[in-house]
T-cell receptor, first 114, second 109 residues
């Protein structure tokens, strides 16, 4: 596609529910990243996928967070038993050059946990 | 981990003015990028500049890797330049970008 796409654009959920966020990277980009941005703050790294290698999960804040990616295509970020502190914008980025290249961001998913 | 500091935190300009945004980082980097986050939240990649100088229209950036800083220059600012500017760095062997806290820019008529 022309750019990174994410869905849904907005998600409101009740505390304790599970949510699943989706990211479609730029076609041909082998590297995919998830970040979280809390209101008024910078971006926090969550997880990185590169091809079929084991993902770098070092940024996931708790075991309620998980992510999957099939090959070099779509990725899903799942948050189980959501808490109010999970409210944030979740941003996905992709890069043609693993680790070293320019990262291109999607529009994000705004998650609100009530 | 690496620390990334940006200054100033906030900046208000009159349209047509020039400005310089600074990014300091605490360790050697091999990847530095500047982003603009518009008021709707979209992050736009402005520059990939681990060293040297690049220009793109009214924007230019310079990274002096040996002195651990980068500068983003905005000339003849326009209201559409408003938003938050982030620099982000990646250290050797790492996979993640570490973002600075950003500079909030508002350009007024």
């Amino acid at each position: 596609g022309a750019g990174v796409s994410q869905s849904p654009s907005n998600k409101v959920t009740e505390k304790g529910k599970d949510v699943e966020l989706r990211c479609d990277p730029i076609s041909g980009h082998t590297a995919l990243y998830w970040y979280r941005q809390r209101l008024g703050q910078g971006l926090e790294f969550l997880i990185y996928f590169q091809g079929n290698s084991a993902p770098d999960k070092s940024g996931l804040p708790s075991d309620r967070f998980s992510a999957e990616r099939t090959g070099e295509s779509v990725s899903t970020l799942t948050i189980q038993r959501t808490q109010q502190e999970d409210s944030a914008v979740y941003l996905c980025a992709s890069s043609a050059v693993p680790g070293q290249g320019r990262q291109y961001f999607g529009p994000g998913t705004r998650l609100t946990v009530t | 981990g690496i620390q990334v500091e940006q200054s100033p935190p906030d900046l208000i300009l009159q349209e047509g003015a020039n400005s310089t945004l600074r990014c300091n980082f605490s360790d050697s980097v091999n990847n530095l990028q500047w982003f603009h986050q518009n008021p709707w939240g979209q992050l736009i990649n402005l520059f990939y500049i681990p060293s040297g100088t690049k220009q793109n229209g009214r924007l230019s950036a310079t990274t002096v890797a040996t002195e651990r800083y980068s500068l983003l220059y905005i000339s003849s600012s326009q209201t559409t330049d408003s938003g938050v500017y982030f620099c982000a760095v990646l250290t050797g062997g790492g996979n993640k970008l570490t973002f600075g806290t950003g500079t909030q820019l508002k350009v007024e008529l």
